[in-house]
C-alpha cells in the first residue's frame, strides 16, 4: 500500500514562501506520477500541479505559474512543492496524491493515493 505524508505547512506573511514536502511510502516511487491539490474553506478541491514519475515534467494551473515550483527526489522518495510570492488567496490544505498513470493528470478522481494534508495559512 502506498502511504503520503505531508509537511511543512504553517502561517506566512504574503509574499512569503513555504516549501511543502511530500514523503511517500513504497519500493517503486520513481513510477508514481505526484500531484498537489489545495482546498480552500467552503471550496471544492482544486488541483495546482504535478510532477511525473522521471521528474522530467510538470504541470501547473494557471494561478500558481510563476510562483510555485514542484520537484522530486527520488532517493528520499519525496516530492516537493516550492511556493513563492504567497497570496492570502492560496489559503488551503494542501494535499499530495500519487498516481501511475503515464500522462499527468489534474483530475482528483485519477489519482487513488492520498496524504492528510498539510494547512498553508497566507495572512495579510
Known amino acids: 500500500q502506498v502511504q503520503l505524508v505531508e509537511s511543512g505547512g504553517g502561517l506566512v506573511q504574503a509574499g512569503g514562501s513555504l516549501r511543502l514536502s511530500c514523503a511517500v511510502s513504497?519500493?517503486?516511487?520513481?513510477?508514481?506520477?505526484v500531484g498537489w491539490f489545495r482546498q480552500a474553506p467552503g471550496k471544492e478541491r482544486e488541483f495546482v500541479g504535478a510532477i511525473s514519475g522521471s521528474g522530467g515534467t510538470t504541470y501547473f494551473r494557471g494561478f500558481v505559474k510563476g510562483r510555485f515550483t514542484i520537484s522530486r527526489d527520488n532517493a528520499k522518495n519525496t516530492v516537493y512543492l516550492q511556493m513563492n510570492s504567497l497570496k492570502p488567496e492560496d489559503t488551503a490544505v494542501y494535499s499530495c496524491a500519487a498516481c501511475t498513470t503515464a500522462t499527468i493528470p489534474y483530475q482528483t478522481y485519477d489519482y487513488p493515493y492520498w496524504g492528510q494534508g498539510t494547512q498553508v495559512t497566507v495572512s495579510s
Open positions: 513504497g519500493r517503486t516511487f520513481s513510477s508514481y506520477a
